[in-house]
């Protein structure tokens, strides 16, 4: 092992060596803590990156992916409650393809391939049904790839062809959907699977169709569609109507200091009227025009009529004439139908009341306030909708109560930010200060033991002397003479004292290189002293 390498794992020896009990307890602990931090990230480096396989599938499906995943000894996830199954992404692909050979996920509505079974055989009854059936399968499974939506089911009524006109009767279609988790379906995607089911059926109109959830919600109705009944409509109005005016009123006598209430009563019946119009155009030319003449004019021999033995009998007057005239004229007729539909959920009347704080509304005219809320709600007099706009003085207990609470609400947040802050701290601090208290301590440790190892040499100068402070202590005994080029050396300490101070091991260090120059050459020390002490007495 190079000797480099050596120097450093002796040093670190020494260093965990001069620990304490809970320097070497918090040092194991921060070893341990990084240890565990680089498996945790070892283990989420290697783990493989999951896709999914299947999403939207029932039990019964899930339970054969997860059987032939089991045996071809592929990992896996499940998710969404079971309905996901998730493996790892380079395996999605070739697992699909043994899923598809194995028939899985296995379809719960067939489409058009139920034509494919029918024989010659087939009754006509029997071709309707499938057909009918086949349409329902391909609708639920459109549906079924709609966002949010985790099953369907289509049920379609459509009546026999009849010769009758009067007696024709519309198609109606019933949609179950099931939604994917808690979610919910909006209008725009209830909207889209209403025209999908009526475009699929010739005649069906999207009023006859119904959509239901799974928890027997009716998102559109037959006769009323995903507008909803007539008091859901009213409330939507009424909704609408005051937001409007009350957005009005915030602006103009400022927020807070009116309110707004509106009632409507909607129409439950709808009705139909068919219109025939036959108009004659200006100035028409006649489509098609006959004329018909017939004439007769009477001869010598004249007629008669037969006798008893066939024999011409003559009447006496042979002579005479006859002449017809015949006009026949076709005129173009305009012909113009018009065919009008009212749905229910008309306004047949509305009331509008208004409540103006007295104090906002101070300077105010009462009239013109009340002309401006029968504009914007379209308030009609003639079918005897009213408005009424009242000032009175509003009562203050409810802003205080929720202004209250809201404080309330505020200082509560607030304490729990701080709480929050000060447990982060604390547990920043609880890591940090040992972890720091033990650098500390080691780099102290270490600058002492470079201290105590590797000492500067002192130069002795007359000022050095002067400097050095000296203690009335009786000197050691003589140590071991030494050669004059060896360095000397502080004589170690047997007694197992406290480790002392540098200051005093540098002391200690002056007064070794003071003998040891005393004993090397005397005479120029003695000269030295005395220099010092004629300089002192002059000064």
Do not use: C
Not at 79 to 104: I, N, W
Not at 142 to 158: F, H, K, R, Y
Not at 228 to 257: C, F, H, P
Not at 445 to 465: G, I, K, N, Q, W
């Amino acid at each position: 092992m190079p000797q480099a390498v050596t120097n450093v794992f002796q040093r670190l020896r020494q260093a965990v060596g001069g620990f304490t009990l809970a320097q070497r307890t918090i040092a194991i602990i921060g070893v341990a803590v990084l240890a565990l931090g680089a498996i945790a990230l070892g283990s989420w480096l290697s783990r493989p990156q999951l896709a999914p396989l299947f999403t939207g599938l029932n039990p019964a499906d899930a339970n054969a992916v997860v059987e032939q995943l089991r045996s071809s000894g592929v990992t896996y996830e499940l998710a969404d409650g079971g309905a996901t199954v998730m493996v790892p992404q380079q395996d999605v692909y070739d697992q699909r393809l043994a899923a598809a050979a194995e028939g899985l996920p296995s379809e719960t509505s067939d489409g058009y391939t139920l034509l494919d079974d029918m024989g010659v055989t087939t009754s006509e009854f029997q071709q309707s049904v499938t057909y009918k059936r086949a349409i329902e399968g391909e609708l639920a499974r459109t549906i079924e790839s709609l966002d949010g939506v985790g099953a369907a089911s289509v049920q379609l009524a459509i009546p026999e062809e009849s010769v009758f006109v009067s007696e024709a009767v519309d198609p109606t279609a019933s949609v179950f959907v099931e939604t994917q988790g808690t979610s919910t379906l909006a209008p725009p995607q209830v909207d889209a699977i209403v025209h999908l089911t009526s475009a699929a059926v010739s005649g069906m109109k999207p009023e006859n169709v119904a959509v239901i959830d799974q928890a027997g919600e009716t998102l559109s109705a037959v006769g009323v569609g995903t507008t909803g009944s007539t008091d859901q409509q009213a409330g939507e109005y009424e909704a609408r109507v005051a937001g409007s005016i009350q957005e009005m009123l915030d602006q103009v006598v400022g927020a807070g200091n009116a309110t707004v209430t509106v009632a409507a009563e909607m129409t439950n019946e709808s009705s139909e009227r068919v219109d025939e119009t036959y108009t004659t155009p200006d100035e028409a030319v006649p489509s098609n025009e006959q004329t018909k003449t017939e004439s007769y004019t009477g001869g010598a021999g004249g007629t008669g009529v037969l006798g008893p033995d066939n024999i011409a009998v003559p009447n006496g007057d042979a002579g005479g004439s006859y002449e017809s005239t015949e006009t026949t004229r076709n005129n173009v007729v305009n012909k113009s139908t018009e065919t009008v539909t009212t749905p229910p959920g008309g306004v047949r009347r509305q009331t509008v009341s208004v409540a103006v704080d007295t104090d906002a509304a101070a300077g105010m005219d009462v009239g013109a306030l009340q002309d401006l809320v029968a504009t914007a709600a379209g308030v009609d007099a003639a079918r005897g909708d009213e408005v009424t706009v009242e000032l009175m003085a509003f009562s203050d207990a409810d802003a205080q109560t929720a202004q209250q609470a809201l404080d309330a609400a505020r200082q509560a947040e607030e304490a729990e930010r701080m709480n929050e802050i000060l447990r982060t701290s604390l547990i920043a601090a609880a890591i940090a200060v040992p972890l720091l208290a033990a650098v500390i301590i080691f780099a102290v440790r270490s600058r002492r033991r470079r201290e105590t190892e590797v000492a500067p040499p002192l130069e002795l100068t007359a000022e050095t002397l002067l400097l050095t402070p000296q203690q009335p202590e009786p000197l050691p005994a003589p140590p071991i003479p030494t050669p004059i080029d060896a360095t000397p050396t502080v004589p170690l300490e047997v007694d197992p004292d406290p480790e002392p101070e540098p200051d005093q091991l540098v002391l200690e260090r002056q007064r070794a290189e003071l003998e040891s120059l005393a004993r090397r050459d005397p005479q120029k020390t003695a000269e030295v002293l005395r220099s010092l002490m004629a300089d002192r007495v002059d000064a």
